[in-house]
């Protein structure tokens, strides 16, 4: 028997340290992947171990209906770090429960069905998330999906306005596309998704899966463009790998949020790396220097390989570099020959997501093997 879903890298991970993983063989990579975005602190951050460790020892797990220290304070920490007035918490086990449970929030506070998505963006693979999942390579076998999702063009806010209306539940959007290529829109756009759900009655569901805890130099990428959404979602590096996830909503979606639940919801030891995740980031102000290193690591992209790229673009550490030829075939040569791991996005896009305690050194590293492959 062997695993089917994922092709396998040649590359066996044993061990991971800070911004490193390391292989049978000991070689030491430099992780410029992050698992997806899923080490924000780092690898096994010690706190955050320890915090896990100490908690599998006293009680693995029980179920949501008994308060438990672990999971309360969780509950407490997203309310205070949440965008706005957010601070209900719904917990669930990976990103995509988290957007199932948004989109099921919102048609029950809202009593509608149309669900707004747009062109380019990715929710998730579960049958509801995946409805609003634009690429059809991931919707068409498992047709039919969770019917009423109506797409429009990202970054356009004239198709927003014209589709959202009186009939609409939600508006799900991330706030820089991260599976779709790493396609960032500017502020007024996301304000004016604010607008037209806030008068048409409709949740805004934002989407922070990847660019959420810090990624793009803030906590949230709400923060950075001053909006506040009816309901966020996170996942990811929320729980430093442990698997968890979050609908965080404000109070008129909690109030009628309709009759869910799940069994793993806010299990302690989750609940535990994930307080603790949040408390790291928080005390040592890893959002400021995502964006500080992420300002680095563009402009340096920008000045030393602005001639052999068609494009640069995202926000703090959250990177798309356009390459002219294939990027599976650099990712390969930034692998092997240079000891870098990183992401695609797409076809032709490099997608750079560190952990965010990278330094500049790390920075100059990849920039160094770009240049090398590249020239
Ligand atoms: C990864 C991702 C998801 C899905 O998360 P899973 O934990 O893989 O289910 C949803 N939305 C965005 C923006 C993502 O990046």
Redesign the pocket.
């Known amino acids: 028997m062997t695993g089917f879903v994922f092709s396998e890298k040649p590359i066996r991970i044993e061990r991971g340290e800070g911004v490193h993983l390391y292989d049978s063989a000991g070689t030491e990579y430099l992780d410029f992947g992050a698992s ?1 975005a899923c080490t924000p602190v780092g690898h096994c951050h010690p706190e955050v171990v320890d915090a896990a460790t100490s908690q599998l020892e006293r009680l693995m797990y029980v179920q949501a209906s008994y308060p438990n220290d672990a999971r309360d304070a969780l509950y407490e920490t997203l309310a205070d770090c949440g965008p706005g007035d957010a601070d209900y918490v719904w917990l669930c086990n ?3 429960e988290a ?1 199932e449970a948004a989109l099921k929030f919102a048609r029950s506070a809202t009593g509608r069905q149309k669900i707004v998505a747009t062109t380019r963006g ?4 579960t049958m509801g ?1 995946l409805a609003a999942t634009w690429k059809d390579k991931y919707k068409k076998p498992f047709e039919p999906l969770a019917g009423g999702v109506e797409f429009v063009e990202y970054g356009d806010p004239d198709a927003m306005r014209e589709a959202v209306d009186e009939e609409t539940a939600a508006v799900i959007i ?1 706030p820089l596309q ?2 779709g290529g790493i396609n960032p829109v500017d502020t007024g756009y996301l304000q004016a998704v604010r607008v037209a759900t806030a008068t048409s009655g409709a949740a805004m569901v934002m ?1 922070e ?2 660019t959420g805890l810090g990624r793009t130099g803030h906590m949230w990428a709400s923060d950075r463009h001053d909006v506040v959404p009816d309901i966020l979602t996170t ?2 590096g929320l729980g430093s790998g442990l698997p968890i ?1 979050a609908t965080l909503c404000r109070e008129w979606i909690a109030e009628e949020s309709g009759d869910h639940g799940s069994t793993f919801s806010g299990g302690p030891v989750v609940s535990a790396a994930a307080g603790t995740t949040l408390e790291v980031l928080q005390r040592e102000g890893i959002p400021a220097h995502a964006a500080e290193m992420g300002d680095y690591l563009m402009g340096k992209v920008e000045s030393r390989l602005g001639d052999e790229v068609r494009d640069i673009r995202g926000h703090g550490l959250m990177i798309g570099i356009e390459v002219k030829r294939g990027a599976n075939r650099v990712l390969r040569d930034l692998a092997i020959e240079h000891d870098i791991l990183a992401l695609p996005a797409g076809r032709t896009v490099l997608r750079l997501l560190p952990p965010l305690v990278i330094e500049r050194e790390h920075a100059d590293r990849v920039v160094d093997a770009l240049e090398a492959i590249m020239r």
């Open positions: 997806y990976s990103g995509t957007n990715f929710h998730g693979r998330a991330e991260g599976e989407d899966i990847q996942a990811k996830g």
